[in-house]
């Protein structure tokens, strides 16, 4: 098992009771909902709880999820209706797979005997793996994030300025979700972004409080530290996305490509993982090919048209192989190219940001693979946790092809301490 899904595993664990409810269940989102009318103290109580609760259970309910026949249809211009169903599983392990369907001329609400509370419960004991008292380090990152309002609270003042960039506004009401949205997100990201928090409702119903919140769908940050640290600031919206920085505040949140990514043919990620393990079970790591494979598009980062100088040429060899990944001509072709699971065949892979950081990090560490990490200047709620030299081996960003050379040809060279080095990964 690789490293993100043992740490997916752990979070599992870290929370509590799993739900087996209902074989089908309507949502009914709407672009506006009742406000949530909260005191200071309740509202930050609410708005910091719900990334904790998400961090233990809104990734484990990925792992149940399937998306393969996930579609998009607007009924009308005020709502969207969702049909999340359940098919039944075989135990063991006891899974909760929720397929959603959008429906055409559907009005329904949820039915009236949808659950407001959680009624069984799923023992740890059901699972292969042995439970654990602690959570992942990572975990920490979430205080961090939260930081900027530990002693303020959150404010309705401070929610309402989060709306000059959030593309929805989220609410939840009883049991109930409501959103607003603000504008059109790329792609399905905002779609893919709330399914993922219906997932959450449905495995604990009735375990989510009342809550309100702002969440942008872009890739880069935009709550800037420097704006809010003079005395008489009136504090930084708490603007939830999928990636941060050092220099910004905004609160990260797992992104949309964990349920799939339908407009580039990346399967959800539960079922991808299992053909990625699939392909690693039969191809050790010595038997690969000895060179530093990255494939994607260099056109929206400078730094990865710099990375393709780094590529075998007549005159330099810097142990790379880098190739131009077009997304266009894939959609044209059917994807035939772009299969992820079979990336993995080489000994290193490169991981390197694009406009900001990329979701091609799970798939990259997912490959049993010596992965090779240009340094990053942006994050997403996993990598903080991540260690050079632990989890990876650093490449210099200033010096990319000289780094990489000598990462590879040292790998090469002491392959027995590199193959104990990504046994000791896997096994985490």
């Given at each position: ?14 929370s ?14 709407r672009r ?7 005191n ?11 990334p ?5 259970a ?9 998306t393969s ?11 969207t ?12 392990p ?11 001329n ?9 659950p407001?509370?959680s ?7 059901d ?6 008292s ?12 939260l ?22 506004r ?7 979700v ?6 059109q997100?790329?792609?399905t ?7 993922g ?23 880069r ?25 050092r220099?910004?505040?905004d609160?990260v ?10 407009e580039?043919?990346?399967k959800p ?7 990625l ?7 050790n ?11 994607g598009?260099?056109f ?13 040429s ?9 190739y ?7 959609s ?14 080489h ?5 390197i940001?694009?406009y ?11 490959c049993d ?11 997403d ?23 990489i050379?000598?990462a590879v ?6 392959k ?13």
């Amino acid at each position: 098992m690789n490293l993100l899904s043992n740490q997916l595993t752990m979070q599992r664990f870290c929370s509590s009771g799993l739900a087996r409810h209902f074989s089908e269940v309507l949502i009914t989102l709407r672009r506006w909902g009742p406000r949530v009318k909260k005191n200071l103290g309740t509202t930050t109580t609410l708005l910091l709880f719900l990334p904790l609760l998400i961090a233990t259970a809104f990734i484990s309910s990925l792992w149940n999820s399937d998306t393969s026949n996930f579609s998009v249809h607007n009924i009308s211009r005020n709502k969207t209706v969702i049909i999340v169903s359940r098919k039944p599983q075989n135990r063991p392990p006891k899974r909760i797979t929720t397929p959603l369907n959008c429906v055409k001329n559907q009005t329904q609400t949820c039915p009236t005997n949808y659950p407001k509370t959680s009624q069984t419960q799923e023992s740890i004991s059901d699972y292969s793996i042995p439970p654990t008292s602690t959570c992942p380090d990572y975990f920490r990152w979430i205080h961090e994030d939260l930081s900027p309002w530990k002693v303020t609270g959150i404010t309705r003042d401070m929610l309402e300025r989060a709306n000059q960039t959030a593309h929805f506004r989220l609410i939840l009401v009883n049991n109930k979700v409501y959103i607003h949205k603000y504008k059109q997100s790329i792609q399905t990201r905002d779609v893919f972004t709330i399914w993922g928090i219906l997932q959450l409702l449905r495995k604990y119903p009735g375990r989510l409080p009342d809550l309100e919140l702002m969440f942008d769908c872009d890739d880069r940050p935009v709550i800037r530290s420097r704006d809010y640290s003079g005395p008489n600031n009136k504090g930084p919206p708490p603007l939830f996305r999928y990636s941060g920085d050092r220099w910004t505040m905004d609160i990260v949140f797992p992104d949309w490509s964990f349920w799939g990514w339908a407009e580039i043919n990346i399967k959800p990620w539960e079922s991808l993982l299992r053909e990625l393990k699939e392909g690693n079970n039969g191809r050790n790591w010595v038997d690969r090919e000895p060179y530093a494979y990255w494939k994607g598009n260099p056109f929206v980062a400078e730094t990865r048209r710099d990375l393709l100088t780094c590529n075998l040429s007549d005159k330099h060899d810097w142990n790379a192989r880098l190739y131009v990944q077009d997304w266009i001509l894939e959609s044209k072709q059917g994807f035939q190219q772009s299969n992820l699971a079979s990336q993995c065949a080489h000994r290193y892979k490169i991981y390197i940001e694009g406009y900001a950081w990329s979701v091609s990090e799970k798939y990259i560490l997912a490959c049993d693979s010596t992965t090779l990490i240009v340094k990053p200047y942006f994050h997403d709620f996993f990598i903080r946790y991540l260690q050079p030299l632990r989890h990876y081996w650093p490449i210099r960003d200033k010096d990319k092809c000289k780094s990489i050379k000598f990462a590879v040809d040292w790998g090469n060279t002491h392959k027995q301490k590199v193959i104990s080095f990504v046994d000791y990964i896997i096994l985490m």
